[in-house]
């Protein structure tokens, strides 16, 4: 480790004003260094017999002690940095997916450690890797899958994953042994379960770097989820097929019976694995039902019962992924209506977070390893082993989407089984699993060659093709546009209406089923898992965040100065308007969410798109309320907002059930141009402020959490100025924030009346041309009807 | 094939099929349906369609049902409403619902287009004067809105209205203030929902096949 060394000494250097003494005598290994001989305790034993009186060390080193966790840190961190680098030049994430900068970083670091005839850290054994770093990528895949599209798209999904990944399995490991038999290769020695084993390995797809073209380039919902999913379930299948596959391969003869337990084995695995994950999922979401006096500890329950899912998966040697996904799949829906908002976006960040760094380090040894193995080169084995792999990629997605097509509504055309077939890029689990291949395996090393061949052909070539291909060949996108309400509206009309018809018809749907199960779902599961069930609390909270919205906007823009607020808001008369007015973009959000919540109450919209590598995007009116926290808790007079707002069974109302709509958009910005009146896509108004309004804006103000706002939709432009435009864009809001306090919460129907009451008995301000004072929208020549006088208006006139 | 022998009147189905674009197959299960619905008459209506139970938890169950006997969805040219149906008119409403084949081109694409749309059009403009006032969004509105419970009629309102002004300032650019937008005629209606996929979402595979797991 003569690299650390070098760094550590050079970061000792600059730590060194510390009279460093060890109490105690550091055991000596042979590599520590010490700038002076350790001191000896007076009583206790002497290191060296020969005890001269030494002086007091001002300075000593003990680096194995510290080895291995610091080691790991490093490379964290470095390969963290790397991630940061790729930022600073966006175009390059554009066009190069992280999967490959992060391989390349690790080439070079590989390069630079081989030079320097320096081993990798040994850490990536099958433990370490199984248990330690493959729960959080599976975690972060399954928490933040979209549900409503998953399951309407499950029996291909599964078709593909299952049925898929055998093929591919079977087709390349057969090819691969025909390719044995012929004598010029000289591979003969592989036999047949190692071939299937060695195909079993590769097959694994993993299309990160897929996801993220698609999601950029808006492919059709359905292509995305089908991709999203198979690359889910079929680790699950590698897996399995791999454990099999491994077991088998010790034995001389394959039986008949074996294969027929091989198959009876892997329904065992599966629907076990199923069966766990939905039993720990309830369990956690039980849990979480108690907890409104601990909020501090609330994620570590989720982290803990998934993780616990997965290990005792494990356990019984079943499949653990399907453990882990179908436990946060059960879990996400009730949790977060129990926790509190804190807690779920901890969680959140936590998962997206864990999840990336695993992946990023695994992506990373990768690099490194490739250089400084030995590798086992047989060029003809490798060959035809990519060209196995793209050849029954290909021809199995064409065979399957053909099987299944009629059973779409919406089948696949050439296109999408064309991005199907090409997107299937291999990455972290193949790698894992080859790596940890047991050695009784003979041809170890060049299954690890072969395989890291593969992936690296796969990931930078298929993986930076892929992006100007789909744009090329069109693949079907999808409509994002969805931000205006009337779509919203008639979307829903339509949903409904189809539903409708198909009652009418008396033909089953795939409503049929999700609304039995919905039903169940809210009498009785509801009643048992979620603590406070009750649906009306989001619109009070609604309500209540909208005012408080206003509220900082006066503050905003009369620059903290309570004072001068209630005059000039005075100067806003009620004004009858005719007309329908306009509304604030964060008001049109709000309504966004009222349609998609309660439209049919049952039915949810989720996220179609989740990015791999940033978290669905967060509510910034929370962000906005965090800058703010200061001006408010200054000029809030003490009993205006704090008792009314405090309800007895306050619902911190996080992210409802099916989540917010708003994620699926990227927040853009408010129409700086006016071309388009779509309001600020950014996330939003889900009441995502607790309600307990002063005291959490008493804690300290997380600054962070702003930057990382930004941050995190930081590769989609203009977020920043999405969220200051959009802020500027509001007006100041009704007085009514002002008004005496109401009156304390008994029950949430009355707080729903007296909150309309409120509003109906206020008088608006009108839209009258906003005041100079008033921070104003960059687009202040094309004035746009809708965003021109923001008014939350509840009353219409 | 087999069907075809046990359906009565299948001569008159040729004629339904090259109307509608349904396939033999289709219409027979469709007038098995119909004829359970109408118990056994041959004409349908509004209240047996009322009576279905899985509709009745339908937020805009009314306009569903009201759609069945609006003749615009019958034929473009004809107006108002009719009190029964048969079971021809039946399966023209429901010929509005099928998915788009693959071979369609895109005139055909988008006709087929402007049909589903001009249903949904159909739905909300009740008075037949062919454009959608506020008053009718809003109705519609709440009706959407009404399995919540939990909203006021003002709150549906404010959303019809800001839909309102949505399509204002698509269709119509920019307004003076005293400007007053009458309703949405079935033009703007289109250019609003120009980027909605309404082809793929708006059809119902018809035949019995269990498209429960798949989509």
Same mark, same amino acid.
């Given at each position: ?19 460093? /003494? ?141 049925v898929g990944?055998?093929w591919n ?17 000289g ?6 379960q ?6 079993t ?8 770097a897929?996801?993220?073209v ?27 097929l791999?454990n ?9 003869v394959?039986?008949?019976?074996d ?22 999922g ?21 982290f803990?019962y ?15 992924i ?11 829906y ?45 060029w003809?084995y ?7 792999a ?7 997605v ?22 199907l ?34 992936i ?6 298929q ?24 779509v ?11 539903a ?15 609304d ?39 503050l ?9 607020a ?13 007309k329908p ?24 919209r ?18 906005i ?15 205006s ?11 911190y109302? /996080? ?10 958009f ?7 141009t ?17 309600l ?7 804690e ?8 990382e ?24 809001a009704?007085?009514?924030?002002l008004?005496?306090?109401?009156e ?23 839209? /009258? ?10 687009d ?6 809708l ?11 | ?13 040729s004629?339904?099929?090259d ?21 056994n ?25 009201e759609?069945?006997?609006?003749q615009r ?20 409403v429901?010929?509005?619902f099928r998915?788009?084949?693959h ?17 949904l ?6 008075d ?7 008053q ?57 929902l ?22």
């Open positions: 480790c003569g690299t650390y060394r070098a760094f550590l000494l050079f970061v000792c250097c600059l730590l060194s004003q510390t009279p460093g /003494s060890n109490g105690e005598v550091p055991p000596k290994p042979a590599g520590s260094v010490t700038i002076l001989p350790p001191i000896k305790p007076i009583d206790g034993p002497q290191a060296y017999p020969e005890a001269e009186k030494a002086s007091l060390p001002v300075f000593t080193m003990d680096y194995p002690r510290i080895q291995i966790p610091f080691e790991v840190t490093l490379w964290v961190l470095l390969a963290s940095f790397a991630k940061i680098g790729f930022h600073v030049y966006h175009k390059i994430t554009v066009w190069v997916p992280e999967s490959c900068l992060l391989i390349s970083i690790g080439l070079i670091v590989g390069a630079i450690m081989h030079s320097v005839h320096e081993e990798p850290p040994a850490v990536l054994t099958s433990n370490v890797f199984f248990l330690y770093m493959l729960p959080p990528i599976v975690l972060d895949s399954g928490y933040f899958m979209p549900t409503r599209p998953f399951f309407e798209n499950i029996g291909t999904v599964l078709w593909f994953a299952v990944t055998l399995s079977i087709g390349i490991g057969m090819s691969l042994f025909a390719i044995c038999q012929i004598e010029a290769f591979v003969q020695d592989i036999n047949l190692e071939n299937l084993l060695f195909a390995i590769i097959s694994a797809v993993d299309p990160v897929v996801l993220n698609f999601e950029d380039v808006s492919v059709n919902e359905q292509l995305y989820i089908v991709v999203f999913g198979e690359c889910l379930f079929n680790d699950a299948v590698t897996v399995v791999y099999m596959f491994t077991f088998v391969a010790d034995m001389p394959v039986e008949p019976v294969v027929f337990l091989g198959v009876a084995r892997f329904f065992v695995v599966g629907i076990g694995g199923m069966a766990f994950g939905i039993l720990f309830f369990v956690s979401a039980f849990t979480t039902r108690f907890t409104s006096k601990v909020r501090e500890i609330e994620p570590l329950f989720i803990m998934s993780y616990l899912a997965y290990l005792v998966a494990e356990l019984f040697a079943i499949s653990s399907m453990a882990i996904v179908t436990c946060s799949l059960t879990m996400k009730y949790v977060e209506e129990n926790v509190s908002q804190r807690s779920c976006t901890t969680i959140r960040h936590v998962v997206k977070m864990l999840g990336s760094i695993s992946e990023t380090l695994i992506f990373f040894f990768l690099g490194v390893v490739t250089i400084t193995t030995e590798h086992e080169f047989n003809g490798i060959l035809f082993t990519l060209l196995f793209f050849v029954w990629r290909g021809l199995g064409l065979v399957l989407t053909q099987i299944i097509n009629p059973f779409r509504t919406i089948p696949f055309n050439l296109k999408d089984q064309f991005g077939a090409y997107g299937g890029l291999r990455g972290a689990v193949s790698f894992a699993l080859a790596f940890t291949l047991p050695d009784n395996i003979g041809r170890k090393q060049l299954f690890i060659t072969a395989t890291i061949a593969i690296l052909f796969t990931v930078f070539l993986g930076i093709s892929i992006r100007p291909l789909i744009e090329f060949i069109n693949v079907r996108r999808t409509n994002r546009n969805l931000e205006t309400i009337n919203e509206v008639h979307c829903r009309l339509m949903e409904h209406t189809v409708g018809i198909e009652d009418l018809c008396g033909q089953w749907s795939h409503f049929y089923w999700k039995k199960f919905l039903k169940f779902n809210t009498r009785i599961l509801r009643k048992i898992l979620i603590r406070d069930s009750r649906a009306e609390s989001s619109i009070v909270a609604l309500y209540k965040k909208l005012e408080l919205q206003n509220a900082m906007e006066i905003d823009t009369v620059a903290g100065d309570i004072s001068a209630p005059s000039i808001v005075s100067l806003y008369d009620e004004k009858k308007n005719p007015k306009a509304y604030l973009a964060g008001d049109l959000r709000n309504m966004h969410d009222i349609l998609s919540k309660n439209m049919y109450n049952i039915r949810q989720t996220v179609a798109f989740t990015s791999k590598y940033s978290l669905p995007n967060d509510r910034h009116t929370k962000e309320l965090i800058r703010r926290h200061a001006s408010i808790r200054r000029s809030l007079r003490p009993g907002f704090q008792n009314s707002n405090v309800s007895k069974s306050q619902k109302y /996080s992210l409802p059930a099916g989540q917010s709509l708003e994620s699926r990227s927040p853009r910005r408010l129409t700086q006016g071309k388009d009146c779509n309001p600020t896509r950014s996330s939003s108004s889900r009441a995502m402020m607790p307990k309004r002063l005291d959490t804006l008493k300290a103000v997380s600054v962070d959490m702003l930057n706002n930004k941050e995190d939709s930081g590769s989609r432009a203009g977020t920043t100025r999405s969220n200051s435009s959009s802020r500027d864009s509001r007006l100041p009704p007085r009514r924030q008004s005496p306090p109401r304390e919460d008994n029950g949430f129907s009355d707080n729903l009346i007296n909150v309309h009451h409120e509003a109906e008995e206020e008088d608006h301000p009108s839209p /009258s041309p906003p005041p100079a004072w008033a921070a104003e929208p960059r202040n020549a094309n004035r746009n009807p965003l021109r006088r923001p008014q939350w208006n509840p009353k219409k006139t | 094939m087999g069907a075809l022998q046990s359906i009565p009147g299948h001569p008159e189905y004629d339904l099929s109307k509608t674009g349904f396939s033999f197959e289709q219409i027979s299960v469709l007038h098995k349906r119909f004829k359970q619905l109408s118990h008459e041959d004409t349908l209506h509004r209240d047996d369609l009322s009576a279905i139970p899985d509709l009745s938890c339908n937020p805009i169950r009314a306009q569903i049902i759609a069945f006997f609006d969805n019958f034929s473009p040219s004809e107006e108002g409403t009719v009190e029964e149906i048969r079971f021809e008119e039946f399966l023209v429901m010929s509005h998915p788009p084949r071979s369609m081109s895109e005139e055909q694409r988008e006709s087929v287009r402007k049909d589903k749309l001009r249903f059009f159909n739905m909300h403009d009740t037949n004067d062919g454009t959608i006032t506020l009718e969004y809003r109705h519609v509105v709440e009706e959407l809105l009404s399995r919540s419970g939990a909203l006021g009629k003002e709150t549906a309102k404010s959303i019809a209205d800001a839909a309102m002004l949505e399509v204002a300032s698509i269709s119509v650019g920019h307004m003076e203030p005293d400007e007053f937008y009458e309703g949405i005629t079935f033009e703007h209606f289109l250019k609003l120009s980027g909605f996929d309404i082809e793929h979402k708006m059809s119902i595979r018809f035949l019995n096949v269990d498209t429960t797991l798949c989509k």
